[in-house]
């Protein structure tokens, strides 16, 4: 790139994190003090807190998952016994402040749309807080602009390719399906589903060459890399909808499904995608919270640092 452009670029690229309003790094995720702080044109990754709660179908409480989890990270230890190291040193994490998010649920997923396309114009990895599901369709949208071959991994306890659900397009049991909308996904790989409904069947057998569902009934049975192979060599978006697992694991969900994965069973599958892929972003969705139940917040909260993780160290293993 001649240096004109590269000054360009640059200067773009700190424009962009001007535009944003980010919390003090204690205040955010992992709770940070200084030994482990840094600015936020210096961080590799944002975290987008996005509390969007329209759609709900059953337990409500998504609009306080972002902040609970925040919360809740503050007690995750930065230490990883499995990369020997503390990533976030590696990483450079900073947290938005956040946002009144939009009362319509069409401009609520354009006002996402805007804060992931401001973080990736930065150069940065953007790390959504949902909220609920419904966050995905407007997360999704900058990546596709950029990435003509974009492949998903998706964990649920639902397939979400319904093309509405109470009249709402953009409802969070139509969250994959407002994704597939666009041709550049090109693969979604889905992981631990136990919940389809069958108007979404012809949709899914119509579709076989891009979508690749994982059921949880099968999981004893599974072979990861037979999972992951579809992601090989791929730039990769990754959402996690924490009723994917189980519902005696993760209760604090809108709609809780016996039957799911448990924490060694995701972690496997997001470690191997990492090795043979480019994870370039991601969300966790669906946090409810209970009161006084903190073991949920706690487990989404270590999920997304889970997460940032194997996405940014995970080739060197």
Not at 118 to 146: M, N, Q, Y
Not at 202 to 214: M, W
Request: with cysteine; proline share 6%; hydrophobic share 45%.
């Amino acid at each position: 790139m001649p240096v004109l452009a590269n000054f360009v670029h640059a200067r773009n690229k700190k424009r962009m994190m001007t535009d944003l309003s980010f919390r003090k790094s204690q205040d955010g995720f992992l709770g940070l003090e200084d030994e482990y702080a840094v600015p936020p044109e210096r961080a590799k990754a944002v975290v987008i807190p996005f509390g969007l709660e329209a759609t709900v179908s059953y337990g409500g409480g998504t609009a306080a998952g972002p902040e609970a989890m925040i919360a809740a990270s503050h007690e995750v230890e930065l230490f990883d016994e499995e990369f020997w190291c503390e990533p976030v040193r590696d990483i450079g994490i900073a947290t938005l402040a956040p946002v009144t998010v939009a009362d319509r649920l069409t401009d609520a997923v354009d006002q996402l749309e805007g804060l992931v396309e401001a973080v990736l114009a930065a150069d940065k990895f953007p790390l959504t807080f949902g909220g609920e599901h419904s966050i995905t369709p407007g997360a999704i949208r900058p990546f596709v602009r950029r990435y003509p071959d974009l492949a998903i991994l998706h964990f649920d306890a639902h397939a979400d390719l319904r093309d509405g659900y109470n009249g709402e397009t953009y409802s969070h049991a139509a969250a994959l399906r407002r994704v597939l909308d666009h041709p550049e996904v090109t693969t979604l790989v889905s992981v631990g589903i136990r919940n389809i409904s069958a108007g979404e069947i012809p949709y899914l057998e119509a579709s076989r060459d891009r979508i690749h569902i994982h059921w949880a009934k099968d999981k004893a049975a599974w072979a990861v890399a037979d999972i992951v192979a579809p992601l090989k060599d791929r730039d990769v978006y990754l959402t996690f909808d924490l009723d994917g697992f189980d519902s005696s694991l993760m209760p604090a969900t809108g709609t809780p499904e016996p039957g799911g994965l448990f924490w060694d069973d995701a972690i496997t599958v997001i470690r191997e995608a990492a090795k043979i892929s480019n994870i370039l972003g991601a969300d966790v969705n669906e946090l409810a919270p209970i009161k006084a139940l903190h073991g949920p917040n706690f487990l989404a909260a270590k999920l997304a640092y889970k997460i940032l993780t194997h996405a940014f160290l995970g080739k060197m293993r």
